[in-house]
């Protein structure tokens, strides 16, 4: 059993309500057999809760009830399946390239039973065309300059990018404005999401895409 502390416990039935145990499963599934497969590294099991799950789960504030989301690298489910656990109102489709992962996924999806899932083998821009979604989410995949490329045309002209950034977000934005720009991105911002849930908050940057809408 992957330890706990009272803060992330509290911060954790807030965000999972009903579903903890289901999010208490899927860290086991990161702790043991995805540890065991290279999909998480063995000295992050000590901080699976705040440093991945919680930090991945608390970006559901940020997601219309009822959106298609695809999550673009989803290699353990961070944050794809943290926001299917959170929120069973989502469909998510997980796209990921690499057979290992996908298996992995797929054995935690059908273990946990989340049919507001679909896991996808395929790269992001081989997936444009085959997923239509309402945002998209990606942690830990590219620099803000590739990920536009890479997330953007998944929403088929209107909707929003969430990445899941670092403290270098408003400089990955300025590099990426261009990109961002050509590829119908009308709005780019940093937000903080967590602040009242978790003692590090996650750095989000948030990309509102309309191609009908010309950026003044």
């Known amino acids: 059993m992957v330890d706990i502390t009272a803060a992330e416990l509290l911060a954790a039935e807030k965000i999972f309500g009903d579903r903890l145990d289901l999010a208490k499963r899927y860290v086991e599934h990161l702790a043991t057999s995805g540890t065991e497969r290279g999909l998480i590294g063995p000295r992050e099991i000590p901080r699976l809760w705040s440093r991945h799950v919680l930090n991945c789960a608390v970006i559901e504030s940020e997601i219309a009830h009822g959106s298609h989301v695809a999550d673009v690298g989803s290699g353990a489910g961070l944050p794809g399946l943290c926001l299917a656990i959170a929120r069973p ?128």
Do not use: C, F, Y
Not at 130 to 137: E, F, Q
Not at 170 to 175: A, N, R, V, Y
């Open 89 to 216: 109102d989502l469909e998510l489709t997980l796209i990921e390239p690499l057979e290992r992962r996908v298996i992995w996924l797929q054995e935690v999806v059908d273990d946990l039973g989340l049919i507001n899932v679909t896991v996808m083998r395929t790269r992001a821009e081989l997936a444009v065309g085959l997923v239509d979604a309402d945002v998209v989410t990606a942690r830990a995949v590219s620099a803000l300059s590739n990920l536009a490329g890479l997330t953007i045309p998944l929403l088929a002209g209107k909707g929003n990018v969430v990445a899941i950034k670092g403290r270098s977000a408003g400089e990955e934005i300025e590099k990426a404005a261009k990109i961002i720009r050509k590829l119908g991105g009308v709005e780019t911002s940093v937000l903080t999401v967590g602040e009242h849930l978790l003692e590090e908050p996650t750095t989000v940057v948030r990309i509102v895409v309309n191609k009908s809408q010309k950026k003044a």
